[in-house]
């Protein structure tokens, strides 16, 4: 399966630690993992997601599976994201006080 490195470092590392790991005693080495292997895997996640999509709504949904230019990228995307949900609380009269300060990426 195309995920099977990333449920591997998941299972291991993030979400618990490895009993043998812990135990100090030999384990088997994490699964290799690339920036490759996890573009297959995304490109995995989003056929099934398409597939849903146009069983229930006729449409496909649109995910980008290359690079978008790295950690500074994402900060900015998320940033522009968290900016038009402001505006769209301001527009129903939500503010939150949090709004008013300035944040940099």
């Known amino acids: 399966m195309d995920t099977d490195f990333c449920r591997d470092r998941r299972n291991r590392h993030i979400a618990h630690r490895d009993l043998n790991l ?4 030999p384990a088997i ?3 290799a993992g690339s920036r490759k292997r996890v573009d297959e895997a995304f490109r995995s996640v989003v056929a ?3 597939a849903i999509s146009r069983h229930y ?3 496909d949904l649109h995910f980008r599976t290359s690079d978008i230019g ?3 990228s994402l900060l900015y995307v998320l940033d522009h994201g968290l900016r038009a949900e402001r505006h769209a609380r301001s527009g129903q009269g939500l503010v939150y006080a949090e709004d008013f300060f300035r944040h940099d990426v």
Do not use: Q, R
Request: charged share 20%; net charge negative.
């Open 29 to 31: 080495p994490l699964k």
């Open 57 to 59: 709504m006729d449409s």
């Open 22 to 25: 812990a135990l100090e005693t």
């Open 70 to 72: 790295g950690a500074m």
């Open 48 to 50: 099934v997601l398409n």
